[in-house]
C-alpha cells in the first residue's frame, strides 16, 4: 500500500487559498457587518431584553420569508428546538427513532430527552447525509407495521420517526428519504441546524419534515448567540410549539394558569435582535461561503490522494463546513494531517466520533455502518469562515 500523499503540499494548497497575514485561522467565526450593534442596543436602550418584544417576531417572519416554510417559532438553540419537533411529532417514551450515527451529539441527545432510543443508520457517500435506499432496505428487513404503526421486530419497540440532517450543508437526498417515510408509517423531522440557506431540488430545507429544527449557535451561518427555530407548515403545530415552549400559559391579563407542562425556551429578544441583523446579511453570506469553497475545490481539483467535498447535483448547498476527504489508502495519515495543520496555526478537525461509538449509545440498535465509519476514518473539516470569502472575492 502506497504511502506517498504529500501532507505538506495539502497544507501549502490550504494556504495557497487562506490569508496570508493571519498567524491563526479558526474553522469558523461570526462575522458582525450590518445593523448588529444599532438593533442590540436599541434593546438595551429600551429596556426589551427578554422573551418579549420586537425582534423576535421579526426574526420569525424573516425565517419565514427565506427559508418559504409557513410557521417559524424562535427557541434558546437548537437542540430544544429538536427536544420540541420531537414531542410534537409524537415521539414517546419507549420509542425508536431513526437517526444517522454521523451527526453531533445533540441530534441523538434530543432523541435521549423524550425518553426514547435513537436506532443508527448509515449515511452516503454522495451527501455525508443519511442514505434513504440502504434505510427502505432495512427497514423492510427489521420492521412490521401493524395498526398503521412500525414496529421493531427484534426489539419489539415502536419507530416513530426519522431524523436526517443535512450534514456541513449538504442536504440529504429528501424525496426518496420521504418515500420511505410514508411507506414504513415515521414521521419525518429534519435537523436542519447546519442547513440554513441550503436547499433542495431548488427548495429550503426545511420543508420535507413535519417539523425541522435550526441552529443559530456562534458557528453557524448566522448567530443569535446562543438560539433556534421550530419549521413547520402546519399551523396548529406551530400554534402548540409557540404554546409549550412559553411554558404553555394561558394567555391573560394577571392569572398565572398552564395546561400542561411546558417549557421556557423562548428566544430572548436581545438574540432575536442580533439575528435580524444577521438574516439581513444571510444572502450575501451563503454567496461568500458558496466562492470559498470554490476556490478550495479548484485549488484541489489536481491533486493526488485528497479530494475536496462537493454538493451534488440536486442541492445547492451554504456550504457551512467544508470537507477534505483522503482517499482510503490514505485514511492513516489522517491524524498526521490534522497535526500539521493545527501546528501551522490551520485550524482543521475531524467529524465528529460516529455517535455508535460512543459508550452512552453501546446498547443502541444500529445497522450496518460502513460508510459512515469509512467516511470518519478519513475526513477532515477546514476554515469556513464567511470572512474567508470575502477576502477572495476582493483579491
Ligand atoms: C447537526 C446539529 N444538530 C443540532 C445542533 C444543536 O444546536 P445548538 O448548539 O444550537 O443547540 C447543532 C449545532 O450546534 C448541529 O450541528
Not at 444517522?100 to 436506532?119: K, R
Not at 398503521?148 to 428519504?177: E, Q, Y
Not at 433542495?200 to 413535519?210: F, L
Amino acid at each position: 500500500m502506497s504511502k506517498s500523499i504529500d501532507l505538506k503540499r495539502i497544507v501549502e494548497t490550504l494556504q495557497s487559498v487562506l490569508p496570508k497575514d493571519q498567524e491563526y485561522i479558526a474553522l469558523h467565526e461570526p462575522r458582525f457587518s450590518g445593523n448588529e450593534w444599532a438593533y442590540v442596543k436599541e434593546c438595551l436602550d429600551t429596556g426589551w431584553v427578554s422573551s418579549v418584544g420586537k425582534y423576535v417576531n421579526r426574526f420569525e417572519e424573516m425565517l419565514q420569508e427565506y427559508t418559504g416554510v409557513r410557521y417559524a417559532v424562535a427557541v434558546v438553540n437548537g437542540t430544544a428546538a429538536l427536544h420540541m419537533c420531537l414531542q410534537l411529532a409524537g415521539v414517546e417514551a419507549g420509542d425508536e427513532v431513526v437517526v444517522p450515527s454521523l451527526t453531533f451529539i445533540a441530534t441523538a441527545n434530543a432523541i435521549h430527552y423524550c425518553g426514547a432510543t435513537p436506532h443508527f443508520v448509515d449515511i452516503e457517500t454522495r451527501t455525508l447525509g443519511l442514505d434513504p435506499y440502504k434505510l427502505g432496505d432495512y427497514l423492510e428487513e427489521i420492521t412490521e407495521i401493524r395498526d398503521s404503526t412500525c414496529f421493531n421486530k427484534i426489539t419489539g419497540k415502536r419507530l416513530k420517526a426519522v431524523v436526517p440532517m443535512h450534514t456541513f450543508g449538504h442536504p440529504v437526498d429528501l424525496d426518496p428519504l420521504m418515500e420511505v417515510c410514508n411507506r414504513f408509517k415515521l414521521e419525518l423531522i429534519e435537523d436542519a441546524a447546519e442547513s440554513l440557506g441550503s436547499f433542495y431540488n431548488g427548495r429550503h430545507t426545511g420543508h420535507w419534515g413535519k417539523l425541522s429544527a435550526l441552529s443559530f449557535n456562534g458557528n453557524k451561518v448566522v448567530t443569535t448567540g446562543g438560539g433556534g427555530a421550530i419549521l413547520t407548515n402546519d399551523s396548529s403545530l406551530a400554534k402548540l410549539a409557540k404554546h409549550i415552549t412559553t411554558t404553555a400559559k394561558v394567555p391573560h391579563r394577571w392569572a398565572f394558569n398552564h395546561d400542561r407542562v411546558g417549557y421556557n425556551y423562548r428566544l430572548p429578544n436581545l438574540n432575536a435582535a442580533l439575528g435580524c441583523a444577521q438574516l439581513e446579511q444571510l444572502p450575501d453570506f451563503v454567496e461568500k461561503k458558496r466562492n470559498l469553497a470554490d476556490q478550495y475545490n479548484k485549488a484541489f481539483s489536481e491533486m493526488e490522494g485528497v479530494s475536496f467535498f462537493t454538493e451534488t447535483e440536486f442541492a445547492k448547498s451554504n456550504y457551512w463546513l467544508n470537507v477534505l476527504l483522503l482517499d482510503e489508502q490514505y485514511a492513516d495519515r489522517r491524524d498526521d494531517l490534522l497535526e500539521l495543520t493545527n501546528e501551522m496555526g490551520i485550524m482543521t478537525r475531524p467529524f465528529w466520533t460516529v455517535l455508535h461509538k460512543l459508550p452512552i449509545h453501546a446498547r443502541c440498535p444500529k445497522m450496518d455502518l460502513t460508510v459512515a465509519e469509512n467516511l470518519e476514518s478519513r475526513a477532515i473539516n477546514i476554515p469556513s469562515s464567511v470572512v474567508l470569502g470575502v477576502i477572495n472575492n476582493e483579491a
